[in-house]
């Protein structure tokens, strides 16, 4: 799931797209699994900020898909969480652009990326 409508910059919590996208994308996929294997969510950064404060904003991000499918009746115990940081950017933007315009071009970098294992019905 990559969007700016998944996080805000320097937020962790789910935005309303966010939680819009994942009942479309994750949810429906998951619905559409025999059994579910495991879940490996991985949260993502923008390159903004200190390494340390990124990697733990990007374990809140993946804490917060998370709790939000487990709200939704997926198992915690077949989801892993993991926290990238700003170490796999999405896109890249020159340090030439203002700062509002340069957290506006990284907002795909700040993502949550679902991987999904189970066999379909």
Do not use: W
């Amino acid at each position: 799931l990559q969007s700016d409508q998944l996080f805000v910059f320097n937020k962790g919590d789910l935005t309303a797209g966010a939680r819009t996208r994942l009942d479309r994308d994750v949810l429906s996929r998951l619905a559409g699994c025999a059994t579910v294997e495991s879940v490996v969510i991985e949260g993502h950064t923008d390159r903004l900020g200190s390494q340390q404060y990124n990697q733990k904003l990007s374990e809140r991000r993946a804490e917060s898909v998370k709790k939000y499918l487990v709200s939704k009746g997926v198992a915690a115990g077949k989801i892993e969480t993991i926290g990238m940081g700003k170490t796999v950017p999405a896109k890249f933007c020159p340090d030439t652009k203002n700062r509002k315009e340069l957290i506006a071009c990284l907002a795909p970098n700040r993502r949550a990326i679902v991987s999904i294992k189970g066999p379909a019905k």
